[in-house]
């Protein structure tokens, strides 16, 4: 396609008197193409050259990481740090323009929020996260007030585990709340509505642990998965803008990713951008509002959770038994058989 300058070039020689013939010679274009100039005039919209601009240099990297990423995808929030790191001084939204032009917007479901006072709920959930054929978990649990996530990855979703990672976010956000909400965890919850409605039958461990720790178990209504719809959302940004990002790195540097190297580069991200970043809903910092709603969350009990009757059973010692029999002198013998008649 001719582009803007050309067709300047073509009319203003022409205007000069030159020829068809000439013009096009001059110019490394047909004669017909002088000619729809001369008729139609510049005026008409030809394509402009494009110009390299700030983001010019990081097309490659961008289209890489999108593609190593694949069939997820990485937002633009992460990759302009990326970018960032390597030079570029541009602005976020010139990324995001781009971006936005390499797949297809999706229409938002219509969510409804239920905000939640200070201290009163957290919501957690597990995720499931795959890396090359290797499976791990995710426990996330996340402050409804504030907005404060807590996260780690295991490989198993015993009781055990998500006993030991609730004492791990109570500690990590200071206190206790005072509901924590659920889906139908086969660790939480062994029966809905088992003694009528909304009477349902609990875990014997998670019903100790509430105990000790002061909170009350609740479950969201059943196939309404949104009304813990934080930690939904929670889960998806994990998702989004932390694991995907992390394993098309790897992926691109041809490296192992380790539970070990997941959790810790996990709890960076949660501590220097999770709960760092203006919230889209509070349009607050999560460790900010978090300090708010420490002052409302339940003290530590000061104790550890009773053991699981797993834990019980295999903190038992076996009787030790020998396993070669008592060897004795003959002489012993002989004190034996004293006074016997042969």
Known sequence: MLKQEEAVEISVLLKQGMGVREVARRCGVSRNTVRRVRDEG???RYKREAREGKLYGFLDYIRERLAAAAPDWIPASVMLREIKALGYTGSHSI???????????????????????????????????RFDGIRWFAFVAVLGFSRWVFGRFVDNQRFETLRDLHVAAFDSMGGVPREALYDNMATVVLKRDAEGKGRHQFHDGMLSLSKDYGFALRLCRPYRARTKGKVERGIRYVRESFFVPLRAEFRQRGEPLTLDIVNAR?????????????????????????????????????????????EALAKKVPIARPRTPIQRPLSAYDVFSAGVSP
């Open 95 to 129: 990324l995001r323009a781009h971006m936005a032009s390499l797949r297809p917007v999706r229409e938002p479901e219509p969510l409804v929020r239920f905000e939640t006072e200070a201290g009163r709920q957290m919501q957690v959930d597990w995720a499931e996260f």
């Open 266 to 310: 996990f709890a960076t991200w949660q501590r220097e951008i999770a709960n760092r970043r203006v919230h889209g809903t509070t349009k607050a910092r999560p460790d900010v509002r978090l300090i708010e709603e420490q002052a409302r969350l339940l003290p530590l009990p000061g104790l550890k959770p009773a053991p699981s009757p797993r």
């Open 42 to 44: 510049c005026g008409r």
